[in-house]
């Protein structure tokens, strides 16, 4: 059975750092692509970055300031996200989809994860 589960959110400063991970299951990872998704109350859930193999995506939002990574061995897909703002606050999302191109369209992914909160506040 394919799962993801999200960790690593949490309350942070404006400023600050927080590295989400979400680790999967059930499937081999390397062919796979994973996104990242967010979400604030009152907002679209919206793509924030995706990986497949060495091909990464970013939305301009978090460009520079967060960077995706995966470590296969540990069938595990990071989000190192730096320098947050109160802006990014949202229920962060990792999600898989078989297709090649690391898309940031939530509708083009198969299999989602629960979640997990980030709060940047002062």
């Known amino acids: 059975q394919l799962q993801l589960v999200e960790s690593g959110g949490g309350l942070v400063q404006p400023g600050g750092s927080l590295r989400l991970s979400c680790k999967t299951s059930?499937?081999?990872?390397?062919?796979?692509?994973i996104g990242w998704f967010r979400q604030a109350p009152g907002k679209e859930r919206e793509g924030v970055s995706a990986?497949?193999?060495?091909?990464?995506n970013y939305a301009d939002s978090v460009a520079g300031r967060f960077t995706i990574s995966r470590d296969n061995a540990a069938n595990t897909v990071y989000l190192q996200m730096n320098n947050l703002k109160p802006e990014d606050t949202a229920v962060y999302y990792c999600a898989a989809r078989v297709y090649s191109s690391p898309t940031l369209d939530p509708s083009r992914y198969e299999y989602w994860g629960q979640g997990t909160q980030v709060t940047v506040s002062s």
């Open positions: 059930g499937f081999e990872l390397d062919v796979y692509t």
């Open positions: 990986i497949r193999s060495f091909r990464t």
